[in-house]
């Protein structure tokens, strides 16, 4: 079967660095996606990486090996609005997209 | 670029009463609309995908005849909710992806909450 892991909870220290993780078993593979969703609010894209490396937006980093079918997104000088939950999803050989179950964030002062 | 709005935001109503959202890409065209419905402290769950001028397809475990897609245009798709009850209660959100080579993301409308009572 496909399947996205990704840890279900990490607390961070505002000012921080964190790093979020995500694992998938898919069926062919034609990019991944994070998402950031805020309680109570429908998820926004954040990046997207179809070949291997580091892609960077401002505070936003995230990196693929298709290899190890791993990324992660890196969170820099880390805020309180940044508390959400982080959304990892892969489109596969059909460029479906399989979803993982998120990491919610918590940032602490 | 790549705004899609849904309409109405917050529904509270009885139980037995049919709901209608709405979803509407803004500013591209999209063949395929994708309906996720999300309840408290839990992931997001694929519904359906929404075809342009076809039938929806739906996910396993979803009701077709409860849970009514039309995607009559390019730029608008709807859920009705039918006969809806409390069980039904959820944030419902749509999304749709702008044409390209599969490399775009779903975009999301900001979400339904449904509420019945």
């Known amino acids: 079967g496909q399947n996205i892991d990704q840890p279900t909870e990490m607390t961070a220290t505002e000012g921080a660095i964190v790093q979020i993780n995500c694992t998938y078993q898919?069926?062919?593979?034609?990019?991944l996606f994070w998402y950031q969703q805020h309680a109570g609010e429908a998820p926004t894209f954040l990046s997207y990486?179809?070949l291997d490396g580091l892609e960077e937006k401002g505070r936003f980093s995230s990196f693929l090996s298709r290899s190890k079918g791993y990324s992660y997104l890196l969170l820099k000088e880390l805020q309180m609005k940044d508390s959400a939950s982080y959304l990892c999803?892969?489109?596969?050989?059909?460029?479906?997209?399989?979803w993982g179950a998120g990491t919610k964030l918590i940032i602490k002062p | 670029g790549a705004v899609v709005s849904q309409h109405p935001s917050w529904v509270i109503c009885k139980s037995g009463t049919s709901v209608k959202i709405e979803c509407r890409s803004l500013?591209?065209?999209?063949?395929?609309m994708f309906w996720y419905r999300q309840f408290p402290k839990q992931s997001l769950m694929l519904m359906a995908t929404?075809?342009?001028?076809?039938?929806?397809?739906?996910e396993q475990g979803v009701e077709k005849d409860k849970f009514l897609i039309n995607h009559a245009s390019l730029t608008l798709s709807t859920l009705t909710v039918t006969s809806a009850h409390p069980e039904d209660s959820s944030f419902y959100i749509c999304?749709?992806?702008?044409?390209?080579?599969?490399?775009?993301?779903?975009?999301f409308g900001d979400g339904t909450r449904l509420s019945i009572l």
């Open positions: 990486n179809v």
């Open positions: 929404s075809n342009e001028g076809s039938k929806a397809t739906y």
């Open positions: 999304s749709a992806e702008p044409p390209g080579q599969g490399n775009q993301p779903q975009h």
């Open positions: 999803a892969v489109k596969d050989s059909n460029y479906q997209l399989i």
């Open positions: 898919t069926s062919g593979f034609n990019g």
């Open positions: 500013d591209f065209q999209a063949t395929t």
